[in-house]
Structures are given as C-alpha cells and as structure tokens.
C-alpha cells in the first residue's frame, strides 16, 4: 500500500527556508492523486499549506502563498515543501498527505508520520 | 476563507456516553465536510467523509449529519479508546480549512 515518509531539518534559523521532502512509496506519485502538506504547531490545530498535482499545478493556502514553494520530482517519486523567512510562529509538525476524493469530497485519508520543525536560532 | 467553528471546545464525558460535537461553516459548503480524529503524538485519522459517509474500518458509533453550514459528529457511546481531539474540515473550496478542535476528555 502507499505509504508516505517525510525528511528534512528538524532545526531552522529565523528569516531562513524550511525545506521538507515526502517520499511516497507503495505506488506512482504520478497517479491520479494531489499531494498536500498540512501543518501543526505544537498544541495547535490543523493548518493546510498547499497542495500539488504531479503535472505540476498547485493551490495554497492564501495566508502563506508568498513564501510556499511545492513541487514534485516523478524521477524521484518525492514532491517538496519550501518555505521561506520563516519566524517562530513557522514551528509546527509538518505533515504530508493524500487527499482521496469521493462524491466530489476531498478527504486526507492517507498522513505521513510528520516531522517537526523548529525555527530558533 | 471559510472559517470553521467547533463546539464546544473540549468537554468531559463518561465511558458509555452518547457524545455530540457541532462544526459551523462561515457560508454554505453543501455536504463537502468531514471528520477526524487525532490521539496525542498520532496522525489524524478520517472518520466521516462528505458529511455522513463512514470511512472503511471506522467503527459504525461514529456517525455525522447535516448539510450546509451545519454539521454534527455523534459517537452514540463512548469508548476508552475514543478520548481525542476531533477535527472537522471542509473541502468545499481553497483552502482547505479546519475546525479548531474539540478535545474531549474523560469525566
């Protein structure tokens, strides 16, 4: 089945780029399926980030869109996650995930572990 | 942005308890809701999809209802295992919004 693994520094500097990668296994990154990143600050709820189908089209969330970056390497089986001049408030689990649709419904029924991400200097 | 409000924010219920908790959308989202569950350290899991649809292998005590700005998540009654924080989130449009959270802790 597929299966979803993030990667990347667990540690960032204030004003630097969080860089994360989530390397799907199990099956084709270029299925019919977007691939998303949602995030969590710790002791807080769900954010989306964005989301990216393996043609390369994305949507994201408007409040981060100026700094978010998702692409998707079919090469390597694997999409990514920038974002840059990220502050402490950018401190969250990160986590990548599936999105099935069904009677026109989006749902994340398949998460990575998640990885969490500190922003200090 | 649709904004999603959850209610109550937390609430303390007995194992056995028939649990309720309400999500309102900002605006009319038709059925386009759904449901999770997030257990401390855990991933979420989907429990309800397109408001009332229950997902493969999520027991049937869960059960969702409503359609527009309305909705509702029942557990008719609780079990140990169900002490978490419940999500909902709307797939209507971009982006992707979800409720604030509902914790609900043992009595």
């Known amino acids: 089945q597929v299966q979803l693994q993030e990667s990347g520094p667990g540690l960032v500097k204030p004003s630097g780029t969080l860089s994360l990668t989530c390397a799907v296994s199990g099956g084709s990154i270029s299925s019919t399926n977007w691939w998303s990143w949602v995030r969590q600050p710790p002791g807080k709820g769900l954010e989306w980030i964005g989301e990216?189908?393996?043609?390369?089209?994305?949507n994201y969330n408007p409040s981060l869109k100026s700094r978010v970056t998702i692409s998707v390497d079919k090469s390597k089986n694997q999409f990514s996650l920038k974002l840059s001049s990220v502050t402490a408030a950018d401190t969250a689990v990160y986590y990548c995930?599936?999105?099935?649709?069904?009677?026109?419904?989006?749902?994340?029924?398949?998460w990575g572990r998640g990885t969490l991400v500190t922003v200090s200097s | 942005d649709i904004q999603m409000t959850q209610s109550p924010s937390s609430l303390s219920a007995s194992v056995g308890d028939r649990v309720t908790i309400t999500c309102r959308a900002s605006q009319s989202i038709s059925s386009y809701l759904n449901w999770y569950q997030q257990k401390p350290g855990k991933v979420p899991k989907v429990l309800i999809y397109?408001?009332?649809s229950l997902q493969s292998g999520v027991p049937s005590r869960f059960s969702g209802s409503g359609s527009g700005t309305d909705f509702t998540l029942t557990i008719s009654s609780l079990q140990p295992e169900d002490f978490a924080t419940y999500y909902c989130q709307q797939s209507y449009s971009i982006p992707r919004t979800f409720g604030q959270g509902t914790k609900v802790e043992i009595k």
């Open positions: 990216i189908y393996h043609s390369g089209s994305t």
């Open positions: 995930a599936r999105p099935t649709v069904t009677h026109g419904c989006w749902y994340f029924d398949l």
């Open positions: 397109a408001a009332s």
